[in-house]
Every structure is written in structure tokens, then in C-alpha cells.
């Protein structure tokens, strides 16, 4: 079975512009996750998608905003780019909601903002 | 709210050696805890996780995990280090009711000849 996947896996921007990472989950699985890593940082929770709605949301600016599709997939949109916003973006999947369940990680997209 | 610790961002061993990633966690309820490696330019890879059906936890390439309630803590060991145990190790606990990961701040592993 096919792992998480993220496209495109590098970016480069300038400040103002927006952005858009794309997010397969694993087949079969629903919940989608974002984490943003960065040096200073580290992981942190960005928003959490289950059945097309967003079921939790970090502690990040509205600039940040994602959605899901009936196919699982999900998108998360940067608008207004800041040089603070360079990170890897993760995306995570697990087959159901629930503390329980495992969250497999996809490779990520590597952001950076000039 | 639920957060974890892990002492030491850096941990170097000789190749053969003992592992031991320090991972010390809390949380207001039982605790699902996972240890995730990241190798460079990469995702994060689940190694193992704890969800209470037995408290020393075997994982993947030879980790194993023990939960010790009264330590508050689920420390990462693996008997003998290889090279190709070089990487990022992160421990999370899950946040109940939120369907996310908290994660400590990381400890590189290097491992040298």
C-alpha cells in the first residue's frame, strides 16, 4: 500500500505571495493532519480534516487555511507569505480519529520564502 | 495539557554501544505515547508506540520502549547502535479529544565508528 504523499516536495516563494501543498493520504484512511517544522519551532500542529471538514486547528494565523476532499485529499493554502513561514510542512494520516490511532507521516514539503 | 520532555538534543555513541533516548511526558489521563525518527530530508517514520496493553514496547530495527507510570516517563533504548541509526528522534504524546501530536523538541542521534 502506497504511503502519505506531498506535492511538490520543494518550493520557493517571495514574501506576499501564497501558496498551495497538496496531501494523498494513505488509501482507505480519513483523518489528515498538517504539522509545520521548523529549527526554532519544531513540530507544531497546524489543523486536523476528517469527512471534508476541519475538525481542530492549531495556534496559527488565519493566513494558514486547508481542505478536504471526498477523495481524502487534502490541500493546505499560505496566503500573504512571510520569511517566518519557510518550514517543512507535514502531512499525516490515520485510518480513523481518535488519540489511539497512529499518524503516518508523508515526506513533506520544504518551503522557502525569500 | 498534554506535553513531553526529552533531555538532551544531542546523544553520541560508538557504533555497538547502548542507546538511550530520554522521553518524560504529562498528562492529565492515560497517555498514548509514540516515538517517531526522522532520517535527513525526510518524513517522520512511526518506530513504535504505547497504548497500554503492555508496558515495554518493541518497535521497529530493534527498539523497544518502556512505560513507567510513576517516572512519568518512556525512554527509547535499542541494545547496540548502528550507523544507520543516525537520525532525528521524536516523542509524542497524543492530545486527547484533538486528533493531534504533541511532540518533545527532538534529540539527534550521532553514532560514530
Known amino acids: 500500500k502506497a504511503g502519505v504523499t506531498q506535492t511538490p516536495r520543494y518550493l520557493i516563494k517571495t514574501r506576499g505571495q501564497q501558496v498551495t501543498l497538496s496531501c494523498s493520504p494513505i488509501s482507505g484512511h480519513r483523518s489528515v493532519s498538517w504539522y509545520q517544522q521548523t529549527p526554532g519551532q519544531g513540530l507544531q500542529f497546524l489543523f486536523e480534516y476528517f469527512s471534508e471538514t476541519q475538525r481542530n486547528k492549531g495556534n496559527f494565523p488565519g493566513r494558514f487555511s486547508g481542505r478536504q476532499f471526498s477523495n481524502s485529499r487534502s490541500e493546505m493554502n499560505v496566503s500573504t507569505l512571510e520569511l517566518g513561514d519557510s518550514a517543512l510542512y507535514l502531512c499525516?494520516?490515520?485510518?480513523?480519529?481518535?488519540?489511539?490511532?497512529?499518524?503516518?507521516f508523508g515526506p513533506g514539503t520544504r518551503l522557502l520564502v525569500l | 495539557a498534554q506535553s513531553v520532555t526529552q533531555l538532551g538534543s544531542h546523544v553520541s555513541v560508538s557504533e555497538g554501544a547502548l542507546v538511550l533516548l530520554r522521553c518524560n511526558y504529562s498528562?492529565?489521563?492515560?497517555?498514548?505515547l509514540f516515538w517517531y525518527v526522522q532520517y535527513p530530508n525526510q518524513g517522520l517514520q512511526l518506530l513504535l508506540k504505547y497504548t497500554s496493553a503492555a508496558t515495554l514496547v518493541k518497535g521497529i530495527n530493534g527498539f523497544e520502549a518502556e512505560f513507567k507510570k510513576s517516572e512519568t516517563s518512556f525512554h527509547l533504548t535499542k541494545p547496540s547502535a548502528h550507523m544507520s541509526d543516525a537520525a532525528e528522534y521524536f516523542c509524542?504524546?497524543?492530545?486527547?479529544?484533538?486528533?493531534?501530536?504533541?511532540f518533545g523538541t527532538g534529540t539527534r542521534l550521532l553514532v560514530s565508528p
Open positions: 509524542a504524546v497524543s492530545d486527547p479529544g484533538f486528533q493531534k501530536l504533541v
Open positions: 499525516a494520516s490515520s485510518l480513523r480519529r481518535g488519540e489511539q490511532e497512529t499518524q503516518y
Open positions: 498528562s492529565s489521563v492515560p497517555p498514548y
